[in-house]
């Protein structure tokens, strides 16, 4: 195998271990680093701390091969990957961008950068980030024009991220016309896409528009859901018979939008110019509005069963995943409507396959939750749920779990 650079990868979640593996797996020597010493010392032991289909061996395999280990703290490499949390802060109104995350990796890369350096940053950011962290290198003594810096955020699916991380095309953005070279060349030692070059402005704007289409679209189904639950009419039905038009193919509805980038990206829009980001907006705000329609509908509805109860009413809720078949529960509608059940004192027997503990809730086996519950509420439409009996119960499904409700 060709010689190829060595990388330190800065964060090791959802993207960061898996694009780690990745790498080791393809040839390069990869150290990955992350400030939790618990995932540190996991990964290093050959494990992983995240559920994602094939991780789990491969993380083993690199691992022992000797081509990934873990750290605290960054070391010297030839290519440097940002891949931290870039979360929303503020209030609910206009929820603006926290690159903290982002700026302190940058900070702990500064002082082992060396000339010839390739930085990338696969977090998602507002417009203009890679320029601030050119700028914060700068600031802690990096001369930033013998480094080459760019912007190329991922676009996985969960579930799908190992396939994704190599077929998928990539859009790269260098703070220059170098440094769009560099990060490009790297990219192509492992993706089998494309990898077209751009300005690290565009490339930023590119990933949120990316996932602004994607709430606009999901804002619509689950504006039709409700406005077809008003009319007493079967929503599924409803998209369904509409998809059977050549040019519609309307999304399923859900109880919300959740993960860390659908129902967090459109606001990095929204917060740089909210006077013109009119729809992107709109489309947050009915989909955050669907979590609490659909809680609202839960609590009346087990305030109905309850009444001649002499006890709290049981309600399992089925799935606290962000989206099916993932543990991941980030921004999750799902969990964040069985705490708000929980809250109001309802005894919530929480279904989720892939997690052993919820520090907030009790998690039951499916059956048990079906079978001890007065209701039963489908949130996530993982596998392990399908075809799963519910005798006699009475069931609110909001993911299109039940026969009736999958699309045909």
Not at 52 to 58: C, V
Not at 378 to 405: E, K, M, N, P
Request: hydrophobic fraction near 45%.
């Amino acid at each position: 195998m060709l010689n190829r650079p060595s990388v330190c990868v800065v964060g090791l979640g959802y993207i960061g271990l898996p694009t780690a593996a990745m790498l080791a797996n393809s040839g390069h020597a990869v150290v990955g680093v992350d400030i939790n010493a618990d995932v540190v010392d996991t990964i290093n032991g050959g494990r992983v701390h995240i559920v994602e289909p094939d991780l789990a061996a491969l993380v083993g395999d690199v691992v022992r091969s000797g081509s990934l280990s873990a750290s605290t703290e960054p070391v010297a490499a030839d290519v440097f990957l940002i891949c931290v949390p870039t979360p929303f802060a503020g209030d609910a109104g206009t929820p603006t961008p926290d690159i903290s995350h982002v700026l302190a990796a940058a900070r702990s890369i500064a002082r082992v950068l060396v000339d010839g350096n390739l930085v990338i940053i696969e977090s998602t950011c507002p417009v203009g980030t890679t320029e601030l962290i050119r700028d914060e290198l700068a600031a802690q003594g990096v001369q930033v024009d013998r480094v080459r810096l760019a912007y190329c955020p991922e676009r996985v699916l969960p579930g799908r991220i190992l396939h994704e991380l190599v077929s998928n095309d990539r859009i790269v953005g260098g703070i220059d016309e170098a440094s769009s070279a560099a990060a490009a060349a790297f990219y192509r030692t492992f993706v089998k896409g494309s990898v077209p070059t751009t300005s690290s402005r565009t490339a930023e704007m590119v990933k949120l528009v990316e996932n602004s289409f994607r709430d606009v679209n999901i804002a619509f189904a689950n504006e039709i859901s409700v406005l077809s639950e008003h009319l007493a009419i079967d929503p599924w039905e409803v998209i369904r018979l509409a998809n059977r038009h050549p040019r519609v193919d309307i999304l399923q509805p859900g109880p919300g939008v959740g993960g860390h980038c659908i129902a967090v990206d459109p606001w990095f829009v929204v917060a740089k110019d909210p006077a013109t980001a009119r729809l992107v907006r709109t489309a947050r705000e009915v989909n955050d509005a669907k979590t609490e329609w659909v809680i609202a509908q839960v609590r009346a509805t087990a305030a109905a069963i309850g009444a001649g109860l002499p006890r709290p009413v049981r309600v399992a809720c089925l799935g606290l995943a962000y989206k099916p078949d993932v543990d991941d529960l980030r921004e999750s509608p799902a969990l964040r409507v069985a705490l708000s059940l929980a809250a109001a004192g309802i005894e919530v027997l929480a279904c989720e396959p892939h997690l052993t503990e919820h520090p907030l809730l009790k998690l039951y086996l499916m059956e048990d939750a079906v079978s001890e519950s007065d209701l039963v509420v489908a949130l996530v439409r993982h596998s392990q749920f399908i075809g799963l009996s519910f005798g006699d119960r009475r069931v609110l499904d909001y993911c299109g779990l039940t026969a009736s409700a999958t699309p045909a």
